[in-house]
T-cell receptor, first 114, second 111 residues
C-alpha cells in the first residue's frame, strides 16, 4: 500500500526550540507539500518541492524552512517555535502536474508549542 | 481566491439517508477533487472530476460538476456511521503550484 509517513503523530515543544517534522513517501513522487490546518482556516500551504533540492514558498512560509535532500523525504523546520505555530501539520505528495492529480496525505502531526 | 467553499459547514443525518455536500469556487479550473478526513487524521483522496466531465461515480459516491456555475456536489448514498468525517473539495489547474482546499463540511451520521 502506497504511503506518506510522518514521523510523529503528536509533538509538544517549548517556545524557542528548533523543531523538525519529517515526511517520507514511497511512491517516487516528484512533488511534496507541507500544509498546516487550523479550525476555520482550512488547509494552508507552507512550502512545496517539485524536485530534489528544489523548494518554493507557499502562502504562509514565515517562520518555517524546508529541506529536500532526497526525493522521498521532505522535512519541515520551525527555526524557533512559537505558540502561534501550534497546529496540525500535514504532508502530502503527488506525481506529475501539481494542479492536475490527486494528493496522498500523511496522517498528520499535531504540534503543540508551550 | 481560487479556494473552494463547502456548504453546509456541518451536516447531521441518520444512517441510511443520503448526504449531499456542495462546493463553489471562483476561478477556472481543470479539475475538482473531493477528500475525506477522519477526526485528527490526514486527508484521503476520494474522487477527481475533470472540467470536461459532468458526473462521476465511485461506489456510493456521486460527484457532479457544473463549470458554468462554478460548483460541484458530492452525494453519499445510503450513509453509514463510518462515513462520519469532514469532507473537503479542492480545485486544481494545469500548471498551478498546488491544489486549493476549502474549509470542509463536517458530516455526522447517526447510527
Amino acid at each position: 500500500d502506497v504511503k506518506v509517513t510522518q514521523s510523529s503523530r503528536y509533538l509538544v515543544k517549548r517556545t524557542g526550540e528548533k523543531v523538525f517534522l519529517e515526511c517520507v513517501q514511497d511512491m517516487d513522487h516528484e512533488n511534496m507539500f507541507w500544509y498546516r490546518q487550523d479550525p476555520g482556516l482550512g488547509l494552508r500551504l507552507i512550502y512545496f518541492s517539485y524536485d530534489v533540492k528544489m523548494k518554493e514558498k507557499g502562502d504562509i512560509p514565515e517562520g518555517y524552512s524546508v529541506s529536500r535532500e532526497k526525493k522521498e523525504r521532505f522535512s519541515l523546520i520551525l527555526e524557533s517555535a512559537s505558540t502561534n505555530q501550534t497546529s496540525m501539520y500535514l504532508c502530502a505528495s503527488s506525481s506529475g502536474d501539481r494542479g492536475n492529480y490527486g494528493y496522498t496525505f500523511g496522517s498528520g502531526t499535531r504540534l503543540t508549542v508551550v | 481566491s481560487q479556494q473552494g467553499e463547502e456548504d453546509p459547514q456541518a451536516l447531521s443525518i441518520q444512517e441510511g439517508e443520503n448526504a449531499t455536500m456542495n462546493c463553489s469556487y471562483k476561478t477556472s479550473i481543470n479539475n475538482l477533487q473531493w477528500y475525506r478526513q477522519n477526526s485528527g487524521r490526514g486527508l484521503v483522496h476520494l474522487i477527481l472530476i475533470r472540467s470536461n466531465e459532468r458526473e462521476k461515480h465511485s461506489g456510493r459516491l456521486r460527484v457532479t460538476l457544473d463549470t458554468s456555475k462554478k460548483s460541484s456536489s458530492l452525494l453519499i448514498t445510503a450513509s453509514r456511521a463510518a462515513d462520519t468525517a469532514s469532507y473537503f473539495c479542492a480545485t486544481g489547474k494545469t500548471g498551478a503550484n498546488n491544489l486549493f482546499f476549502g474549509t470542509g463540511t463536517r458530516l455526522t451520521v447517526i447510527p
